[in-house]
């Protein structure tokens, strides 16, 4: 995998944000750069600064909705693919976040689920693969 990719793990609790940051970090063997933040704020500036290949998007966060911070992200950067990892997901919560601009969704507690959906984003988009849902893409 070419890179290194720099991913955004915007979560607000603390273990959860290191376990993701570690998973990407061990898994990417050397060609992640992981920036944490701890709410959808700090992870707005984080966008305004620099670019990102990832935005890891926890979905109870202290200073948004989910679909909040999915919109607020999206809108900060178009052209950075969003993977949301809620705690639980349905179907239709999965099909809401991809209508409104996120990659996919996974699951926290599923690591390689998890690292699966970061794996054939980075994947395809090192392969100029598509990479946003339809919504996204049209600017809905």
Known sequence: MPGPWEILV???DQLDR???AELLAVRGRGGVRVTQVADLQSGLVALGTRRFD???LDTKLPDASALHALRAVGDKAPLTPILPHP??????TRQTARSRGAF???VRGDLNGM???VNKLLTLSTFGGDIFP???A???
Not at 87 to 92: D, P
């Open 87 to 92: 705690a639980y997901i349905s179907a239709q």
């Open 104 to 106: 996919d969704v996974v």
């Open 10 to 12: 915007i979560e607000d």
């Open 115 to 117: 690292w699966a959906a």
């Open 54 to 56: 990832l935005v890891m």
């Open 18 to 20: 290191e376990l993701v």
């Open 134 to 136: 339809s919504a996204r």
């Open 138 to 140: 049209v600017g809905q």
